[in-house]
Nanobody, 121 residues
């Protein structure tokens, strides 16, 4: 069982930046960030494999968001720059029982509680 705790969310103005962090209780394998905008389904944001050598991003965040990890701290991060109102959502960290990055939520075994990001125009 892996426990995940996200932090770093909050209100921000459009064009601003936030850095989300996710701390895992056990050895995490591939990890990902997903988000759920108000009234919408959960969607993929970014994923990273265990070594950090492979990353994938949703087209909507490519060039603005960066996923990274620190395996010594069992942590994954999401640097979000040039935020837009449409980035407003609850952001979730997730872990797979596999070393390979994956873009669909069905491939993840453990999820955090989520952290709210609100971007105002």
């Amino acid at each position: 069982q892996v426990q995940l705790v996200e932090s770093g969310g909050g209100p921000v103005q459009a064009g601003g930046s936030l850095r989300l962090s996710c701390a895992a209780s056990g050895r995490p394998y591939a990890m990902g960030w997903f988000r759920q905008p108000p009234g919408k389904e959960r969607e993929f944001v970014a994923t990273i494999n265990w070594s950090g050598s492979t990353t994938y991003y949703a087209d909507s965040v490519k060039g603005r968001f960066t996923i990274s990890r620190d395996n010594a701290k069992n942590a994954v991060y999401l640097q979000m720059n040039n935020l837009k109102p449409e980035d407003t959502a609850v952001y979730y960290c997730a872990v797979r029982s596999s070393n390979y990055a994956y873009t669909h939520p069905s491939g993840y075994d453990y999820w955090g509680q989520g952290t709210q990001v609100t971007v105002s125009s």
